[in-house]
């Protein structure tokens, strides 16, 4: 059995648990019917920033009768796709939603209303929606309206929370989600002692990093990358993917305007991070080749956590950062604190060289007890590569 909490207090943004609502253990069918949801939400990764991804299956006597999924912002959600592929109507019947249905007005009236007329009688949801619009109130109007309110517990809410990460960190704190990237030789290297990293992954796994590129709101390098790289930052597989922001942190606006990321400034969208202190003509340069430019606060070198206030704040803003390079860059998001997650490729390479880079430079920690610990950690094979995942919070948002 489930615990029934009761209280009536509003659930906070850092609770995922909402009192006065029913937790189920639930059942095997339970379990199969929010899984299909859940595959329904992930066919619509990508595309629907910065609305969450959602999806939901409609059952009246253990038989699916409606499904649908957010497929993009602005267009119907969940709830009301499932509802509208239901030939025969959906009254008396049961819903699983991977996240608490919406009860503002946005782009598309609030999604309570909808299951309220339809007279869809018990709603499971996956998760909880932590943003202040919602935040419980859309489980209490279902349950105000006489509908029946379980929200599910274990790991099929494990998987709802992961697949909107990026969404519930920006509604908790206002800032991105920031994800670290990086490829290396078994022995930490990112690269030959002669700059050579061509290539250090397999085709599978660059593949998988391409996939990952098309779920990002935007993707960022340091100066040093984009002068060596000279990378497009662009999503290229097919389909109707969202272009991510491309971002370069170049303290002195050094980006060459000669560059694939200035060439086509005015085709993807380009925002340079600069220090307070960056030359005016080399920022107005950029500025006329089509790139947006942001000064931050620090004087010789891009403040990072002001950087991703800024991406925030943006409307709308940027909810998911992908960390691309280089060691430098990416030393001072660690040093800051400022990453949630690390995806790295370990290749069955040994490359050596005590000058070859490796993924994190900077200063680093002074004790091996300041290092910076990592938490669920798991771990595929992808080709002969190896992708280990793991967070820096035990927490999940």
Not at 37 to 61: C, Q, Y
Not at 100 to 105: L, N, Q, R
Not at 345 to 359: D, H, M, N, Q, R
Request: aromatic share 6%; with cysteine; hydrophobic share 40%.
């Amino acid at each position: 059995m489930g615990e029934d909490i009761s209280s009536n207090e509003l659930v906070t943004p850092w609770d995922r648990r909402c009192p006065g609502f029913f937790y189920s253990m639930i059942s095997g069918t339970d379990i199969s019917f929010m899984q299909r949801a859940l595959d329904l939400a992930d066919l619509a990764r990508g595309r629907t920033s910065p609305n969450p991804t959602v999806g939901a299956v409609i059952v009246r006597d253990d038989d699916v009768i409606g499904e649908g999924y957010h497929r993009r912002a602005g267009a119907d959600h969940a709830e009301v796709a499932a509802i509208r592929s239901a030939a025969g109507g959906v009254e008396g019947a049961t819903i699983y939603v991977t996240l608490e249905p919406c009860c503002h007005t946005g782009r598309t009236g609030p999604c309570t209303e909808a299951l309220i007329k339809a007279g869809i009688a018990r709603v499971l949801i996956a998760s909880l929606d932590p943003s202040a619009k919602v935040n419980g109130k859309g489980l209490r109007q279902l349950r105000d309206a006489g509908i029946e309110v379980e929200v599910l517990d274990g790991a099929v809410a494990a998987r709802a929370r992961a697949q909107n990460e990026a969404f519930r960190k920006h509604a908790v704190t206002g800032l991105p989600f920031v994800l670290f990237k990086s490829a290396m030789s078994l022995d930490g290297k990112i690269a030959t002692a002669t700059g050579d990293s061509r290539w250090i992954s397999g085709e599978e796994s660059r593949a998988v990093v391409h996939a990952l590129r098309a779920e990002m709101d935007a993707i960022a390098v340091g100066c040093g990358t984009a002068a060596i790289d000279d990378p497009m930052l662009n999503c290229r597989l097919p389909g109707d993917y969202l272009q991510p922001l491309r971002i370069v942190f170049d303290s002195q606006a050094n980006l060459d305007p000669r560059s694939k990321l200035v060439q086509t400034a005015n085709d993807f969208r380009t925002l340079v991070f600069t220090a307070g202190n960056a030359p005016d003509e080399r920022v107005a340069a950029l500025e006329r080749a089509g790139v947006e430019v942001s000064r931050t606060g620090g004087e010789g070198r891009v403040d990072v956590g002001e950087a991703l206030a800024h991406l925030g704040s943006m409307d709308p803003p940027v909810m998911s950062v992908l960390l691309e390079g280089g060691p430098t860059l990416a030393a001072s998001f660690v040093e800051a604190g400022l990453i949630d997650k690390v995806m790295m490729f370990v290749a069955p390479k040994l490359i050596g060289g005590e000058s070859a880079k490796t993924p994190v430079e900077g200063r680093g920690f002074r004790l091996v007890g300041e290092a910076v610990p990592l938490k669920r950690l798991s771990h595929v094979s992808i080709g002969e590569d190896v992708l280990i995942t793991a967070y820096t919070s035990e927490d999940e948002w």
